[in-house]
């Protein structure tokens, strides 16, 4: 079962990999970055009230990361990835949103937005089945939104 567990240097380091994965960085649309603002990024953390940041762990195994970012009031922007390719298709992607849900939910955040490539087919088939829909584009993304002040049970 997927866990979400404290990010910490060793999530840190796994992210610089699976980030850097030419076919994870498409999907994610992540850009790319150095060690150095890495390492930044992470030390900024621990003062930031609008972005939260879990490790993943799937039966002991670190397999990916998962959060909240722009968080304000009671909206925030949900973001994942599994950096551990060959646990894709496997089903864990609706474990994850369900957990950063119920953490949602425990800070007083009900509705939740992401942006996904339109090309991640399989990211979009799997935030449709959990109730996200469709509220437009924007810079050549899919926005999609749910309440989840009244789905608890994803």
């Not at 990010?7 to 060690?35: C, H, M, V």
């Amino acid at each position: 079962m997927i866990k979400l567990v404290a990010y910490n240097e060793e999530y840190l380091a796994l992210s610089g990999k699976w980030l850097r994965d030419p076919e994870i960085k498409e999907l994610t649309q992540t850009p790319s970055f150095t060690d150095e603002q890495q390492i930044g990024f992470f030390n900024s953390l621990e003062d930031r009230e609008d972005y939260r940041i879990f490790g993943l762990e799937y039966f002991g195994r670190k397999v990916g990361a998962a959060g909240l970012k722009n968080i304000i009031d009671q909206r925030a922007e949900y973001w994942g990835y599994l950096g551990e390719k060959e646990l894709w298709g496997k089903g864990l992607g609706q474990s994850i949103i369900t957990e950063i849900f119920a953490f949602a939910l425990s800070i007083g955040v009900s509705s939740v937005f992401l942006k996904v490539s339109p090309n991640n087919i399989r990211a979009i088939k799997l935030y449709q089945k959990v109730g996200f829909e469709m509220a437009g584009h924007l810079d050549g993304l899919c926005v999609m939104e749910i309440n989840i002040g009244n789905k608890p049970d994803v």
